[in-house]
């Protein structure tokens, strides 16, 4: 066993994952946890791995990539998926938890580890040496949040204004044209869905009666302009969104050729085009509200959405910029992110990025290679798109199948996603056996 340590920080189901994972490969580590000394706005209990959200890990499926996700963790031996499994309460089609039961359950795993020690109290600063998992999580402390501003080059955000996502392949191409304003870039970079002035005032008019969420008192701030909720522009005159997100000037509709009373443009969200983001719509509506709203939008009646807007508070880095594909920092390589300040989004997604964390960290700190998962699975396609997307408009994002590499030919969507998830599987056997191997 060695006799290094890896330095963790946050005690969250990433952090949790990352620690376990290390000590499973023979490295001590230190797991800081600031409850109960100290508790974010929205945690309650003083144990570990707590769910403060919502008590379900989303859908089981094959045909949902978080379900895939879920798979092979469940198979490189996840103590997150261990936890759930064992703790599990009927949710249909849904891994759902008892959060008392699985909190209780990832803590006492983790307290009776021998090369797992916990240390309760807020942590101020990044150690200046030694190898250090950055899991702090969506409400990083202040403290912590300005060591993590210095560290990073301030490239680090407080709040998500997130725009609705939509899969390519659900919009209706008879409706929408491809085209960048005045002609400008290679012409196809945005779709465009245009509006006539009486789908126009009938979509503002839904906006402004759509049921919003309400703020929770830590996250009532005031929004910068330049990420204003639609909505809230919306309600401040019939005519504003039509001099804001949705001006049509320098867009011509060549089903038309001229320019529409309004239009919606949808920018593309990876380099394969296969999801498109609404620009300039970040949203409080809730989830049903969005659904119904934004289907009202010509050529968007049977969008699918990868995921849907929000704005709260989320601290996160920007890690295209900052991370490799391993989650090291690139100006401090013994650094490593794990978990929601990485950009990923949702339960699984920050035990999957705590799985990835704890194995590089512990491969580091033995000189052993870093292994990186393929692109092909569900790890890999999330760490890819978080550190190799765009980071001029990077945002936070769940897994889903638009981040995978295309499958060649035409295939139909339900058996492309079970195509998907077979070559997946198969790409993880190589690797999981190569980690294992490691160990």
């Not at 508790?39 to 144990?47: D, F, I, K, M």
Request: glycine share 8%.
């Amino acid at each position: 066993m060695s006799e290094q340590q890896i330095t963790i920080i946050g005690g969250g189901l990433a952090g949790c994952e990352a620690a376990w994972q290390a000590a499973q490969r023979g490295v001590s580590v230190v797991l800081h946890e600031m409850k109960p000394v100290k508790y974010s706005p929205a945690h309650e209990l003083h144990s570990l791995a707590e769910l403060v959200c919502s008590n379900s890990l989303r859908g089981i499926s094959l045909d949902n990539a978080v379900g895939l996700l879920k798979e092979e963790l469940r198979r490189c031996g996840s103590l997150v998926m261990e936890g759930a499994e064992a703790t599990s309460v009927p949710a249909g089609g849904a891994l759902a938890v008892d959060r008392s039961l699985f909190s209780t359950y990832i803590t006492e795993k983790i307290e009776a580890h021998p090369l797992i020690r916990i240390e309760r109290g807020e942590v101020l600063n990044i150690p200046e040496s030694g190898v250090v998992v950055i899991a702090s999580g969506p409400l990083t402390s202040d403290a912590l949040a300005a060591a993590l501003a210095a560290v990073t080059g301030d490239r680090l955000y407080f709040y998500d204004a997130i725009a609705p996502i939509v899969y390519a392949d659900s919009l209706d191409m008879t409706k929408v044209f491809a085209a960048s304003r005045y002609g400008k870039g290679d012409g196809d970079d945005y779709l465009n869905c245009p509006l006539n002035e009486e789908e126009y005032i009938r979509f503002i008019d839904e906006l402004n009666r759509g049921e919003k969420v309400p703020a929770r008192d830590f996250e009532k701030v005031v929004h910068f302009e330049g990420c204003m909720p639609v909505e809230e522009l919306a309600s401040r005159g019939i005519e504003t969104l039509r001099f804001g997100p949705m001006k049509p000037v320098g867009l011509l509709n060549p089903h038309t050729g001229h320019e529409a009373h309004a239009v919606i443009q949808l920018r593309a969200e990876n380099r394969e085009k296969s999801m498109y983001n609404l620009v300039g719509f970040q949203t409080k509506l809730t989830y049903g509200e969005q659904k119904r709203v934004f289907r009202m939008i010509p050529g968007l009646e049977s969008a699918e959405f990868v995921r849907l807007g929000s704005m709260h508070r989320n601290t996160f880095i920007n890690s295209p910029q900052l991370l490799e594909v391993t989650q090291q920092l690139k100006s401090d390589p013994r650094i490593f992110f794990a978990g929601q300040i990485t950009g990923v989004e949702g339960y699984v997604e920050s035990a999957a990025s705590g799985f990835l964390a704890g194995i590089a960290a512990a491969s580091m700190l033995e000189s052993k290679s870093i292994p990186v998962p393929p692109p092909e699975t569900a790890m890999g396609a999330l760490m890819a798109h978080i550190t190799n997307t765009d980071a001029k408009h990077f945002q936070p994002m769940n897994v889903n199948y638009g981040l995978f590499p295309e499958l060649p030919g035409r295939i139909k969507k339900k058996e492309r996603r079970q195509k998907l998830a077979e070559r997946a599987l198969l790409a993880l056997v190589e690797w999981r056996s190569a980690v294992i191997n490691a160990c």
